[in-house]
């Protein structure tokens, strides 16, 4: 049986670089709007090939972008929920759940049944957290279909308190504004590119102690194979260490995101925004900012979020 695609063994415990970086700007390119047939045209012009040597083609980028490996993640065999293994992955399980959710993308193999358009949440993967009782806010839509931040009532088992939602352009809007206006202030430049290096410097710790994980998966296998440990053991301890890697990952994932935006003049930044990628304004953000968190409204029905947010900066500059 050949490899998957992005990966260096058939346990998807080791990753080949060059073919994770073909796999996310192929993605990058599909949310930017090309077709899966024009970016596998894209992939063989640049001579990348699948594991058999084939060229790529709508069908073979089609299976591999279904494939939940690539973001590490599996499907439950009896409900078919999504759930994360905590092993490396190409993709973030965000950018793979948007593919899911779009099923009539441009060249996929999967039904063309038109679904509603998905939203790109800036300020999520813990970014933003309820006020009231510290859970991070996920994406989630209102009964109307609204984009909004929502603490969840149980999140990954870790109870938030359910209360607080806010509307998403709202709080987007808002958080924008504060960061232009620190993109204004003398030093910013500075300011940003000593976050940036903090980053980068944080993302390589944490790259370190995801190898020192993987190691300690690997030697499990020895004294389980050889009988000196027992299943259940086994299994307490590769499920501990999973939910270690998978924490580790969406670190490495959040710093990388911030380390990794290109940095021009202050000026040039704030002026881009508006049509600026997703990806870059999301690191801008956290360059800037440590946390968002949301206080719940005064009563219901209230639209404003002056009074409901509070910005905690990262950088010495920002106050």
């Not at 346990?11 to 192929?26: D, F, N, P």
């Not at 012009?45 to 790529?56: D, K, V």
């Not at 690191?283 to 209230?302: D, S, T, Y």
Request: hydrophobic fraction near 40%; aromatic fraction near 6%.
């Amino acid at each position: 049986m050949p490899r998957l695609y992005g990966f260096d063994n058939q346990a998807l415990t080791r990753v080949r670089a060059q073919e994770r970086q073909v796999v996310r700007e192929a993605v990058g390119r599909i949310r930017a709007g090309q077709s899966q047939a024009e970016v596998a045209a894209w992939m063989t012009a640049e001579g990348h090939r699948g594991t058999m040597g084939g060229e790529w083609t709508s069908m073979t980028l089609g299976r591999l972008l279904d494939n939940p490996a690539i973001a590490g993640l599996e499907r439950i065999p009896d409900t078919g929920e999504l759930c994360e293994t905590g092993r490396e992955a190409l993709i973030t399980p965000e950018e793979f759940r948007w593919l899911q959710e779009r099923p009539g993308r441009r060249g996929s193999i999967r039904s063309v049944e038109r679904r509603e358009d998905d939203y790109q949440y800036l300020l999520s993967e813990g970014l933003t957290v309820c006020a009231d009782c510290g859970q991070r806010m996920t994406g989630s839509r209102t009964g109307a279909g609204t984009p909004s931040y929502r603490c969840q009532s149980n999140f990954e088992g870790r109870g938030g308190c359910g209360k607080v939602r806010i509307n998403a352009s709202r709080l987007e809007d808002y958080v924008a504004e504060y960061v232009l206006g620190e993109l204004s202030r003398p030093g910013a430049q500075a300011a940003l590119e000593s976050a940036r290096k903090a980053m980068a410097a944080e993302a390589q710790q944490v790259v370190v102690r995801i190898a020192a994980l993987e190691g300690k998966r690997t030697e499990l296998a020895a004294p389980y194979a050889e009988g000196q440990l027992s299943r259940d053991s086994f299994v307490a301890a590769d499920r501990h260490i999973g939910r270690d890697l998978k924490a580790e990952r969406a670190r490495l994932r959040y710093l990388e995101q911030g380390a990794e935006v290109p940095l021009g003049g202050i000026e040039d930044l704030a002026r881009w925004w508006e049509h600026a990628p997703f990806a870059s304004k999301r690191g801008l953000v956290l360059l800037l900012v440590e946390k968002i968190q949301v206080h719940p409204a005064r009563a219901r029905g209230v639209r404003a979020v002056d009074d409901r947010v509070t910005l905690i900066w990262r950088t010495a500059l920002a106050a």
